[in-house]
């Protein structure tokens, strides 16, 4: 059973609905900084990785486009003509 630190996990819950650490720290009123070490502190206590950095949202976006879309791209564009 996990002792969670529900002081912590309000913030993780915020980010997952707002969507972002900044968007969080609007609602909280809090700086983006002092969400970011929360999220980061429940993490490291749960040693679950719950919040995706945006360098990783950004690569599983275009792979995601990338999929969709390769299917799609005409041989002649693929060979660069």
């Known amino acids: 059973m996990h002792s969670w630190n529900w002081s912590d996990l309000r ?4 980010v997952a609905r707002e969507g972002s ?4 720290a609007r609602v909280l009123m809090v ?3 002092t969400v ?3 999220v980061r ?6 040693g679950v990785r719950v919040v995706a950095s945006a ?10 486009l990338f ?9 002649d564009a693929a060979a660069g003509g």
């Open 41 to 46: 502190a429940f993490e490291a206590r749960s």
């Open 31 to 33: 700086n983006h900084s």
């Open 21 to 24: 650490a900044a968007a969080a």
């Open 55 to 64: 360098l990783v949202k950004s690569l599983r976006a275009k792979r995601a």
């Open 67 to 75: 999929e969709e879309v390769q299917p799609q791209e005409p041989a």
């Open 36 to 38: 970011v070490r929360r």
């Open 11 to 14: 913030y993780v819950l915020t």
